[in-house]
C-alpha cells in the first residue's frame, strides 16, 4: 500500500578503557562488561580523559558496522542537547569519574538518578553518558521536561510512540479516551520486547510540586517504568528526588542510584582556572576562588571574568559578602553574571536568542547603535561568551538562561536573527538537513517574532518541506508547523493570516504524523483541515483531506471507514479533475474491495 500523493497546494508538499566484544565480569581486575565494550578498572589506576576519549572514538568507528547500524536505523531518535567540541573536551577531561561510575552503574541497575543544584551538569553529564553507550545502543529517547512545562502523560506518549515507531502506543488518541494505565502497560510490553534502550528523562523537578508529580498519568508511568520487566535503562536529571504516589522515593537506594552531581574536583577546578588565564595567581588564592563556589563550572567561568576586570583580592572581598549573606550558590552565580555584564549586558541579551553555537558575523548583528567596537572582544575576555577558536561561539545554558529573562524586547531582536539567517545563501544542491538549517533557525526566529505569515513563506518558498520529506525528517516538519499554531493547536485562535493556510498546516502535520507511523494523531490533524477545507469551500483540498483519512484508517486496518473515505475523495477528484486523486482513490479502493 503506497503513501498517498500530496496536494500541490499543501505546505507540506590506555588500558583504563577499550572496546570488546566479550560480555562478562572479571572479579580480580574489576573488569566490566558493558553491552559492546569493557570497562577496565586495574588496582590502584584511575581512568584518564585520553582513555576515554579513545573509547569514545571506538565507539563510533562500531556504530558504522552494518549490525549495529541496522539497529539503530529501526528508532526515530530525539533532538539531543547541543555538545559542541569544547564542552565535550572539557567534560571528557574533568568528568571521567562520574561518568566512569555511571557506566559501570548502569550495567547492573535500570534507573541512573543525577541529581544536583542548576548549572552543575547533570544534562552535560548525561548528554556526554550517551557518547559512551554500547555500540548496538541507538541514540536515547530524550524527553526534557523543563521545555514541556505542565507536560502529561499523553505528552509522553506520543513521544515514545514516534521514538519507537511503535503506532499502537497511541491507542487512547483512536478511542477517544485519557492515556492510561493499559496504555502504560502497552509500552512495557513493547520495551520488554526490544533489546537495551536508554530513555532520558532531563529537568524532571519541573514536573512535580514539591516532590510529588503534578499529573497521576506522570506518576503512573514512572512507578511502572521503576517495578515493570523491561529492558530499558533509565537516565533521570532533576533537582529534586521525587516521591511517587504510593509514598514511595521514585529510586530503590538498595536498586537504583542517585548520583549527587558537585562541583568539580579542588585540583580541576583549579587546572580549569589556569588554563583559561588565572596562572599568575598564587596557589591558595586559586582554592580559595574555587571553594568560594564550590567548584560549581558555571560560577567558575564567570569568576574567571571577574578576576580578569576587577582583581583577584576585589574579587574575593565580593565573594566573602555574597557568602556571609549565605546565598546559594545558584543565586551567587546569578550575582556574578549581573556584575560581570555590565556594558555589554545588552548585547548578552541580544545573543540569547541564538540557540545554537555562531559566527561572529551573526554576533556583531545583534549590535545595537549604543553598542561598543569592543564589545564582542570584552564578553569574550570576560568568559561570558564561549568559542571553540574555530569561529563558533556560544553562550553557556545558564548564562543564555539569565540573559534572556532579562531581555526586554524579545520580539524585535528574533526579527533581528530572522533577517540574518535568510540572508545565508543556501547551497543550490542540498543533500542533508544541514544544507537549510539556516531556513530552520530563520522560521523559528519567525515563529518566535509572531511573523508567522513570513515562518510560512520560509517553508514555501525555499521548498523547506520537500527536502525535509525526501531526507525522513518528519520530527523537525512537524516542528516547524507547530510553530506556526497556538499552543492548543486545536483552539479557534489563528496565528496566520489566512484560514485556508491555517489548514494547510494542520493537513501537513497530519502527513508528518503519519510518517512516523502516528497514524491516530494524523487523523486528528486531518479531521480539522477537512473541517477547514468545507468552511472556506475549498472542493479540491477536501478531496485530498478525505484521501488522507481513507489512507490513514487503512493503515489501521478499519477497512470500511477506509473505503467510504476514498469514495468521498474519489467523487471530489472527479468534480475537480485532480487525476491524482482520481488515480490513487481508484487504486486503493480495487485493492481494499478485493481483500
Known sequence: MGNPPSDKKTVHGGSGITAGGDVSIGDNTGQVAIGTYIIQIQANENVSGKDLKELIDDLDQKRQEELNRKILECYFPSSLPEYPPRLREFVTENRVYEINQALIYLHAHRILFISGMGGIGKTTLARALVETRPANVPLPFWFDFGKRSGATLRDVLEKLAGYLNFPSLMQFKDEGREAGLDDINRLTDELGKQDTLWLIFDNLETALNNRNFHDPGIDSLFTSLRDSTHHAKMIITSRTLPVLADGESLIDILEDKKQELKGLKVNFAIDYLVKNGLYEIEQ????????????????????????????????LDDLSTFKRQRESTIKIARRLFDKLAGDEKELLEHISVFRQPETKTAIKKMFAATTSEDAFENLLEKSLLETDHEGSYWLHPLVREFAYDDLEDKTEVHEIAMQYYLSIPIPETRTKKEDVQSLIEGHHHACRAKKYTNALHIIIENNL????????????LIDLYSGMLPEDHFSD???????????????????????????????????????????????????????????????????????????????????????????????????????
Open 493 to 595: 485562535n489563528i496565528l496566520l493570516d489566512d484560514l485556508g493556510n491555517h489548514g494547510d498546516v494542520f493537513g501537513n502535520l497530519g502527513l508528518a504524523y503519519s510518517q512516523l507511523g502516528q497514524v491516530e494523531k494524523a487523523i486528528d490533524y486531518y479531521q480539522k483541515a477537512l473541517a477547514i477545507t468545507q468552511e472556506i469551500g475549498d472542493r479540491r483540498g477536501e478531496g485530498y483531506q478525505y484521501m488522507y483519512l481513507g489512507y490513514a484508517y487503512s493503515v489501521l486496518g478499519q477497512i470500511e471507514k477506509a473505503i467510504d473515505y476514498y469514495k468521498q475523495a474519489l467523487v471530489i477528484g472527479k468534480e475537480v479533475k485532480d487525476p491524482r486523486i482520481i488515480d490513487y482513490c481508484e487504486d486503493q479502493l480495487k485493492s481494499l474491495n478485493t481483500l
Open 465 to 476: 518541506h520537500t527536502n525535509l520529506d525526501r531526507w525522513g525528517n518528519s520530527r523537525t
Open 284 to 315: 591558595s588564592q586559586l582554592e580559595e576562588l574555587v571553594l568560594s563556589v564550590d567548584g560549581h563550572p558555571l560560577a567558575l567561568k564567570l569568576l574567571i571574568g571577574l578576576v580578569k576586570k576587577f582583581g583577584i583580592n576585589d574579587t
